[in-house]
């Protein structure tokens, strides 16, 4: 069979004149044979900014690995596969019975496709390319879209934050059944912690959600994500800001974490998302949502929501670590930061070094707030002469405030006012469970491998 350099696209040589001598083109179902044993997949466009000197794999797993060409031995073909990651684009039927939900995007791959031109990942958005994708969607509501952001998560910050609070805002008061925002996962939960203060009282479900592996995996979780968030944004009696995400590493049930106490604490677990300090607000599956508590925010038939769409930017977030010099305090405050938070040692600590910085940032006026790198329990700094002293220097414990919701809170508090007290009075007063009374006794739950009575409750639940 004769192959045009259309079969070949985007291999160059030395690569390509491997993929013509073996004859295998793009799209050939192969096995590559080499030094370091067998691969076996599809042989994949390569991506303009990736290099020539890899053939691009599509592993049976779902993972593409690049395999260079002068590890590869011989090439056994097996036949040819022209894959088509569009996905199809289906009108998305309304049923004026069903509760209407807006979807808005702000980048991530909730639901996707993939672009071989580029090798990026490129979001499938539109109600008919979301129904294309995921049918059930039509029988939980009506979905509308609308594009906010088409960003990666770590370009979300405070001009992001104010025009998807103010956009979520104008929706509800349109008499929406609920609000479903798409976010990339990385800082999912600082977003979540800037709406919990800008949307106040809202009368309906506000539910984050993502996904840890795009669609074109075999093990990706956007699909049941986004069905789960949907269900709980049309469904639920829980009007809060929330994040939906997996909640066991199966696809059991989606677990639904208050947007102040959830934290993103694995790099690539589906499970990622975890309640700190406290418990999820509750659970979701195809029955849909189950509450494990009581004392939440309750879905109202008005359309009400207040909006305090303030953010000051000149804060920061400092992690101490042991021998930490003044210098880091002091560039803070001579480069204008108006407010630092600070994860400290144990119950609240930096080292004595730090003391004159800290005084010099209070006699600048810079607000300093004490959170603790543990993440999980409160800052007590009356316990140790330590905490006291830099109580002394201006430095304000904030309860158990995770640091990145302080951080958040501090820019939106200096937003509102500059005034010292005041900012105080709005730091320490909770707003949507950013500081709670105690600790619930199963608010800590971290099970350590290799210990006897944990092992043999994991092996029981495992799958």
Not at 22 to 49: K, M, Y
Not at 282 to 288: H, I, L, N, Q, Y
Request: charged fraction near 20%; include cysteine; hydrophobic fraction near 35%.
């Amino acid at each position: 069979m004769s192959h045009t350099a259309e079969d070949f696209k985007g291999y160059r040589s030395p690569t390509l004149d491997l993929l013509q001598r073996e004859n295998a083109p793009v799209w050939s179902q192969v096995t590559l044979h080499t030094t370091r044993g067998d691969f076996s997949g599809l042989i994949l466009p390569r991506s303009e900014t990736a290099d020539a000197l890899h053939i691009v794999l599509k592993l049976e797993t779902g993972y593409n690995i690049g395999v260079r060409h002068d590890t590869v031995e011989s090439i056994s073909v097996h036949g040819r596969k022209v894959a088509n990651y569009q996905i199809p684009e289906k009108e998305f039927p309304v049923d004026p019975a069903k509760p209407r939900v807006k979807l808005f995007g702000t980048g991530g791959t909730i639901a996707s496709r993939l672009d071989y031109r580029t090798g990026a990942v490129i979001p499938a958005f539109s109600p008919g390319e979301l129904y294309g994708s995921v049918p059930e969607l039509a029988d939980i509501c009506n979905m509308e879209t609308e594009k906010l952001y088409g960003v990666f998560s770590e370009n979300m910050g405070p001009e992001q934050w104010l025009g998807t609070a103010r956009a979520i805002a104008r929706e509800i008061e349109t008499g929406v059944a609920g609000i479903v925002v798409g976010h990339g996962t990385d800082t999912m939960h600082h977003t979540a912690a800037a709406l919990s203060f800008m949307l106040q009282d809202s009368p309906v479900p506000i539910v984050m959600v993502g996904s840890q592996r795009s669609s074109d995996r075999p093990s990706s979780d956007a699909a049941i994500n986004l069905i789960n968030a949907t269900r709980t944004a049309a469904t639920s009696d829980i009007a809060e800001v929330m994040v939906c995400m997996f909640g066991p590493t199966s696809d059991e049930y989606g677990l639904l974490h208050r947007g102040t106490r959830v934290r993103k604490m694995h790099s690539s677990y589906r499970s990622t998302f975890r309640t700190l300090s406290d418990i999820p607000l509750g659970k979701v599956d195809a029955d849909g949502v189950k509450p494990f508590r009581t004392d939440y925010h309750k879905r109202r038939e008005d359309t009400r929501v207040k909006l305090v769409d303030v953010f000051d930017d000149r804060v920061s977030l400092v992690y101490y670590y042991p021998n930490m010099k003044p210098d880091i305090i002091d560039s803070l405050v001579d480069n204008g930061y108006k407010g630092i938070v600070i994860a400290g040692t144990g119950l609240g600590h930096v080292n004595k070094p730090l003391y004159p910085a800290l005084q010099r940032a209070w006699d600048a006026g810079v607000h300093v707030y004490m959170t603790v790198q543990t993440l999980w329990g409160y800052v007590q700094m009356y316990v140790y002469e330590t905490g006291r002293e830099i109580m002394e220097l201006g430095v304000v414990p904030a309860a158990n405030m995770l640091p990145e919701v302080a951080y958040v809170k501090l820019g939106w508090a200096l937003g509102q006012s500059q005034d010292r007290e005041e900012v105080k009075r709005i730091m320490l007063s909770a707003v949507n469970g950013e500081i709670t009374e105690r600790e619930p006794h199963n608010g800590y739950l971290v099970f350590q491998g290799g210990i006897p009575e944990v092992d043999a409750f994991i092996s029981s639940h495992w799958k």
